[in-house]
């Protein structure tokens, strides 16, 4: 397949801004000179592995590899010690790729390491014997949470990425003019896909802020970016600051397009935000299975509280709980988004039991999102099949994976974990737990710094209920829907 990224051999673009993470960015010419230098020297070796921090490093380590047609995987430098080792021994990677100053953890460190030098200057990989990637081999593994069970990594392929990005610049009328800022983390689709391989594709280019604040968004849309990617909590947290910051109001309003994603953004919020700047914020809505599925378009009505119609080449259905598709148009009946399309993962790595679930017979993919659609297409997300699945902050958090946390910890003899609605974070992650001991149980603090170095931070308890038992069926089942406060 051709490159993925046209404008890194082009030698008109040369001269044009690709990159910036504070104040560090990379020319098309010089992330092509760099990311050359890397390809050539990680062609032909297995997967390799990213420490995915928020700079120009991950941008040119993934770049690389894509450009070498070698699979990367994208680590959450914050991952703690049990993530980070069920993900290693599950991707095998043959070495990770990091920024010269980065410390890694034990667990990457009996792995060979290549540093990435961004100023690095070297021949093209196509001028070196790299072997040629088809349009179906992988070009990244993206671990994602189930409700049970350890993290999944979902083989995203070269055309699936071509795919997605080409029918959001259909849908977005995104071009290579388009100065895209944002603060996501770029481990995950949103900010890694979307975020930086979405630009460079264009031709365009991306401001990183390193870290999302209200500050950085008004500073880049008021210094010429055009549009801005976030999740829901990140427009939330917009919307709060927007009557104290009138900057902020004039920068989006100069904007060409607010982009959210990943979670529902709440209709107030929606509001506020146009009430304040004049502009509608759009929302489009993906997976890392499926990359993107729907969007509203920017030639489009927005409607606030859905996701807009299937992006070209997409095909969407919902279908009812014995998998009979729905053919109402009428706001109503409820069935389950079902995909279809060139934007699909292929498999779950080493898991061909998950990757046959998750596929119909006839090779939809089962997104567990619950729907209805308005008569003109709009597609409205009212639910989620699982209850064990929690979205918080626009991560994708597995009940059961916290729970198994919790109960490696000494203190703690039983657990449950439920998500409970939150107005910045969609949703928070709240642990019911039955302490070892009733009279000294462990300190809420204690528990969710115990998960955050077990997992991640993001997936800490928020709030940590203290229970003498918990609720059961006759079946011995914890009942969730009973735990409410
Ligand atoms: C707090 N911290 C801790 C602890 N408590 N660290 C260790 N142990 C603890 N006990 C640290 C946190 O790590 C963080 O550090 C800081 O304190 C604040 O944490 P927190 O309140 O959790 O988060 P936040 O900084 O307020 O983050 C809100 C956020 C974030 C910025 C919106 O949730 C975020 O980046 N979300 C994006 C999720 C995303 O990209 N999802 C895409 C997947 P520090 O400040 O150093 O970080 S979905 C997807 O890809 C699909 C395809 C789609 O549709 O998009
Ligand atoms: P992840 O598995 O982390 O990639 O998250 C994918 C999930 O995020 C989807 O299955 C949806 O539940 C949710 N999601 C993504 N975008 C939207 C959106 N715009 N509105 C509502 N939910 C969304």
């Known amino acids: 397949m051709s490159s993925l990224f046209p404008a890194l051999t082009g030698s008109r673009a040369a001269d044009r801004?690709?990159?910036?993470?504070?104040?560090?960015?990379l020319t098309y010419g010089e992330l092509g000179a760099a990311s050359g230098a890397l390809a050539a020297r990680i062609g032909g070796t297995g997967r390799v592995a990213v420490w995915a921090t928020p700079a120009l490093e991950t941008a040119v380590a993934?770049?690389?590899?894509l450009e070498a047609g070698v699979a990367a995987v994208p680590l959450n430098p914050k991952s703690g010690e049990k993530e980070l080792g069920h993900i290693l021994s599950d991707s095998a990677p043959s070495l990770v790729l990091a920024a010269p100053d980065d410390e890694l953890p034990p667990p990457l460190r009996e792995l060979e390491r290549l540093d990435v030098d961004v100023r690095a200057a070297g021949p093209r990989p196509d001028e070196q014997a790299v072997a040629p990637a088809g349009d179906d081999d992988p070009a990244l593994?993206?671990?994602t949470s189930?409700?049970?069970?350890?993290?999944?990594?979902?083989?995203?392929p070269r055309r699936a990425i071509a795919a997605t990005l080409d029918a959001l610049a259909d849908a977005w009328q995104w071009t290579g003019d388009d100065v895209l800022v944002h603060g996501l983390p770029l481990f995950h689709v949103h900010g890694l896909v979307l975020g930086i391989l979405g630009p460079l594709r264009r031709g365009g280019s991306v401001r990183h802020l390193g870290r999302f604040g209200t500050e950085g968004v008004t500073r880049e849309l008021t210094g010429g970016a055009t549009m801005l990617f976030g999740v829901p909590t990140m427009y939330h947290r917009i919307a709060q600051a927007?009557?104290?910051?009138?900057?902020?109001?004039?920068?989006l309003g100069r904007a060409r397009l607010l982009v959210s994603g990943s979670?529902?953004?709440p209709v107030h919020d929606h509001e506020?935000?146009?009430?304040?700047?004049?502009?509608r914020v759009i929302e489009r809505y993906g997976m890392t299975e499926t990359l993107m599925n729907t969007s509203i378009r920017a030639d489009g009505e927005p409607r606030a509280g859905t996701v807009g119609v299937p992006l070209p080449g997409v095909e969407l259905r919902l279908v009812e709980e014995d998998g009979s598709p729905i053919t109402s148009y009428d706001s109503e009946t409820v069935g389950e988004i079902q995909v279809r399309g060139p934007n699909l993962f292929t498999e779950y790595l080493n898991r061909p039991d998950a990757t046959a679930e998750a596929f119909t017979a006839d090779g939809w993919f089962r997104t567990g999102d619950m729907a209805v659609r308005d008569p003109d297409g709009y597609v409205r997300i009212v639910g989620r099949k699982a209850t064990d699945l929690i979205k918080s902050g626009g991560y994708k958090i597995g009940a059961g994976e916290i729970e198994n946390a919790l109960l490696e910890h000494p203190g703690v003899r039983e657990a449950a974990v439920t998500g409970e609605?939150?107005?910045?974070?969609g949703e928070r992650i709240v642990a019911w737990v039955v302490p070892a001991d009733p009279q000294s149980p462990p300190d809420a603090g204690e528990l969710a710094d115990h998960v955050a170095s077990r997992l991640a931070p993001h997936k800490r308890p928020r709030t940590v209920r203290y229970l003498d038992s918990l609720p059961r069926n006759d079946m011995g089942k914890i009942m969730k829907r009973a735990l409410t406060s």
């Open 17 to 25: 801004p690709a990159l910036r993470f504070g104040d560090r960015s």
């Open 62 to 65: 993934v770049v690389a590899a």
């Open 141 to 143: 593994v993206v671990y």
């Open 146 to 156: 189930g409700t049970t069970g350890p993290p999944k990594g979902a083989v995203i």
């Open 242 to 251: 927007l009557p104290e910051e009138p900057e902020l109001a004039k920068a």
């Open 263 to 265: 979670a529902a953004l």
């Open 272 to 279: 506020r935000i146009t009430a304040a700047t004049g502009q």
């Open 421 to 425: 609605p939150d107005a910045d974070l």
